[in-house]
RNA sequence: GCCGACUUAGCUCAACGGUAGAGCAAUAGUUUUGUAAACUAUAGGUUGUCGGUUCAAAUCCGACAGUCGGCUCCA
């Protein structure tokens, strides 16, 4: 399992100066063959190898089939092993070095601003770029190198900017590490939630349906409704109070809230029913606020902990949806705790607290598969993007800080990743693929009280102003479902195995007693599927194995005369031998404990 | 939404200007099988949709839809 890229923070080593060079010589590649029609952006080196970005001239474009002839200049480029040297400029003579491309003077006028002195890097003679480094010594360096992808990229990254070609590649000190790089990322295609979700019949899409609408079938069901059971189990006995309120809400309510100007891009329009504006509800919060306020609190009924397993509509351009990763509508394992200032802090303990052991429960390891992620306010710069309130950012901020510190929680800090609300947590997992992705957050909020004149009345019986916490407990199914099939590669834990038990006959006259046997496990709880085909053994054995399931039992001659049981366990070529009614507690005790083991 | 690419039977793929094929799955029959593939047969397609070029289009061109890799955004 790989680590979290941010608990390992190397990034100047000797393959970033290497991946750093490939990128230049990409570059010079990319002049030798294009010059007079492209225009160089920049380019850095990254955790998995490198991009450039540049700029095309009128319409020439750059597609797949211009690679091979890139990849073979690098390589002559390479093969020149050009010394890589080092200068340092004035700001004045960098310009002058770079007078024809605007990126470059861009750039060079951000270096001015900070006060600080441009370096250059040459390959040989010929080709210079505007770069801090590190780079290897001469081209000849870089031992193995490939080009991956095509992509559009807007210069900055802003949307508003002028979109640019970017080149992805990677490079390594040797031939075998990247091929075994190239190998990995293949075995991580295997395990696709996308590729997976068709192999095991977990869920498909239908366009008469609409894109971002995915459908779980009878199997994938299982494990939805699995999960969302363990969630109701464990929230209610942690003191959450289930609700269930309306997926509709007039606009007024999100005007209200304030989220409508926030949000107003990735809500639904607005349905025009007689006199009421509706819309589909892209959050909860509104509505448990409502329901909060129906009537008046005590101090004594605090903190409260409304929680709903609740469908969000949300539209996401369509560029941005994945499988079930990225869908346009998705159910939140959602909660809203309404408590007084002084309790805040407890309770996001408790939340990280329920996180924790929701996420070992579902076999995720803290500091390898997930960490946490304190995502600020970058309130400096932009005004419009965050309510005003620094005093209230200070202290939120702080109290989350130190819940992670007191909680030794493994966690970095974001920047402008904040709530327009709040500060939040957020919860990162590491995908299969590398990928690092948000899985859900938990989020301080001051603001909310203050729009929906949220209230308790405290021991003086004045009224008083609460704090609300916005948390989920595993996130939205989809996603997490997403997670857990990757995580698992399909081989799930037996409590959320679409099917445990398979019962293969051998022979026609013994499909009866599959079918009784597949009964009693039904009574006592456990999915089992009778596979009375006309087949060979072997074949639903290889069938039944392709299908991870659990527990996999052969019925013959031999069964038909005796209790006792020949189970043959996942990821096992022997079987194992047990009375039937031990197997049938043994299986019911680690589904109950919703174990690990099998 | 933007940049790049892809879309052929339920699935995985082939055919790459001369009116579509295979394996698996499905169905029927034979076989009655003991822990990773029994045998035979049948059926399955206006090649994503709509237009265009051509004597002829799955193949070339265009639009649209969907999917994928990125960017932006985000749970």
């Not at 990034?11 to 030798?32: D, F, G, K, T």
């Not at 990254?157 to 070609?165: H, I, V, Y």
């Not at 579902?362 to 995502?375: F, P, T, V």
């Amino acid at each position: 399992m790989l680590k979290l890229t941010h608990m390992k923070k190397d990034n100047h080593n000797q393959l970033w100066a290497l991946r750093h060079s490939a990128e230049h010589v990409l570059m010079e590649a990319m002049l030798r063959l294009y010059g007079d029609k492209i225009i160089m952006a920049m380019g850095p080196a990254t955790d998995d190898g490198f991009y450039f970005d540049f700029d095309v001239k009128g319409d020439f474009k750059i597609s797949l089939e211009n690679f091979a002839e890139i990849e073979a200049e690098m390589k002559k480029i390479i093969k020149e092993d050009l010394p890589i040297t080092k200068e340092e400029l004035s700001v004045k003579d960098a310009k002058k070095l770079f007078k024809d491309n605007p990126y470059k003077i861009e750039w060079l006028e951000e270096i001015e601003k900070r006060g600080d002195k441009p370096t250059v890097f040459w390959t040989g003679k010929e080709f210079v770029d505007l770069c801090a480094g590190p780079h290897a010594k001469s081209t000849g360096a870089i031992k193995a190198f490939k080009l991956l992808k095509l992509a559009g990229a807007y210069w900055h990254g802003d949307e508003k900017n002028k979109m640019l070609t970017r080149i992805y590649g990677t490079a390594f000190e040797s031939q075998k590490e990247l091929d075994d790089y190239l190998k990995m990322m293949a075995e991580a295609e295997k395990r696709d939630h996308r590729k997976l979700g068709k192999d095991l019949d977990l869920f498909v899409f239908a366009d008469i349906i609409g894109k971002g609408l995915p459908m779980l079938t009878p199997r994938g069901t299982v494990i939805r409704k699995e999960l969302e059971k363990f969630v109701l189990e464990e929230e209610t006995r942690r003191g959450y109070q289930h609700v269930v309120t309306p997926h509709l809400a007039k606009v007024d309510l999100y005007k209200k809230s304030g989220h409508y100007p926030y949000y107003k891009d990735t809500m639904y329009p607005v349905m025009k029913v007689d006199e009421e504006e509706l819309i589909l509800r892209p959050m909860t919060c509104p509505h448990h606020f409502m329901l909060y306020k129906s009537r008046p609190h005590s101090y004594r009924e605090l903190p409260v902990r409304i929680a709903e397993i609740a469908s969000q509509f949300r539209y996401e351009k369509s560029g941005e949806l994945s499988g079930l990763s990225r869908v346009r509508l998705f159910c939140l394992a959602d909660a809203h705790i309404i408590c007084a200032k002084d309790q805040a802090k407890q309770e996001i303990k408790n939340v990280l607290d329920l996180i924790d052991y929701m996420n070992k429960i579902l076999g995720l390891k803290k500091g390898q598969d997930y960490c946490y992620r304190l995502s600020l306010g970058d309130r400096s710069d932009d005004n419009k993007k965050y309510y005003k309130d620094d005093e209230a950012w200070e202290k939120a901020e702080t109290i989350l800080r130190e819940v992670l510190k007191e909680a030794k929680a493994p966690f970095f800090e974001a920047p402008g990743e904040a709530a327009f609300y709040g500060p939040k947590i957020d919860i990162q997992v590491k995908k299969v693929n590398g990928q690092e992705e948000t899985a859900f957050t938990v989020q301080y909020d001051f603001v909310m009280p203050q729009r929906f004149d949220l209230a308790y009345i405290n021991k003086e019986g004045k009224e008083e102003q609460p704090i609300v916490i916005h948390r989920s407990s595993i996130g939205c199914f989809e996603r997490t479902m997403a997670f857990l099939i990757e995580h698992y590669a399909g081989a799930f834990p037996l409590w959320f195995s679409p099917v445990q038990i398979a019962v293969l006959s051998v022979a026609e006259k013994h499909a009866k007693h599959c079918e009784k046997l597949a009964q009693e496990f039904k009574d006592a709880g456990l999915r089992a599927e009778v596979w009375d085909e006309n087949e060979t053994v072997g074949n639903k054995i290889r069938k039944a194995v392709a299908q991870k399931i659990p527990y996999l039992i052969v019925i013959g001659d031999k069964e038909l005369a005796s209790e006792k049981l020949a189970v043959r366990l996942r990821g096992e070529k022997d079987t194992t031998e047990f009375e039937k009614d031990k197997f049938i507690a043994h299986a019911k005790k680690l589904v109950e404990e919703r174990s690990g083991e099998l």
